[in-house]
């Protein structure tokens, strides 16, 4: 079975010891995606005070930039946004931000209806609100 680990040169670099995706046959496994930017420090919709602490956020801008980097890991890696299969989404706040991630996730999932788990958790490796991890096909799959 082939394997392969892709690293995109316009997603952001990781935050840890992985890749940004991991080729197993016909499947493309994403690591955690989150809204940072290459090369920069600031996150996008984030405003920090002086010692670092988040003041405010923008969920929308923050779901815009996620999306954004996926695609980027896809279409390095050779796939495509409508081969994606399988979503994982991680929030920091569903109460507030899951009514607008839902709105955002719709414009982007028009056609292509990939099975979704979303769930709240306490925080995430950095000042940031969303991050999501997806399964996505390269080529055709097997029929059964």
């Known amino acids: 079975m082939s394997q392969a680990i892709f690293n995109s040169d316009r997603a952001p670099e990781a935050v840890g010891p992985y890749p940004h995706a991991r080729r197993i046959g016909s499947l493309l ?5 989150g809204p940072r930017e ?4 600031k ?13 405010s956020y ?5 779901c ?16 495509h946004w409508n081969n994606i299969v399988d979503i ?7 109460k507030e931000d899951f009514p607008t991630f839902n709105r955002i996730y719709t414009e982007y999932f028009t056609e292509n ?13 950095t000042q ?14 097997p029929c059964p």
């Not at 815009?64 to 796939?79: C, K, P, Q, T």
């Not at 994982?88 to 569903?94: C, E, G, N």
């Open 43 to 55: 996150i996008p919709g984030v405003e920090q005070d002086e010692t670092g602490n988040i003041i």
């Open 128 to 141: 940031i609100a969303i991050e999501l991890k997806c399964i996505a096909t390269i080529g055709a799959l």
């Open 38 to 41: 290459r090369n920069q420090k």
């Open 29 to 33: 496994f994403l690591s955690g995606i």
């Open 88 to 94: 994982t989404v991680f929030l920091t706040d569903m």
């Open 113 to 125: 209806k990939p099975c979704r788990t979303t769930v709240e958790v306490s925080r995430l490796p």
């Open 58 to 62: 923008d969920i929308e801008t923050q």
């Open 64 to 79: 815009h930039a996620v999306f954004r980097n996926i695609r980027y890991i896809l279409e390095d890696a050779g796939s």
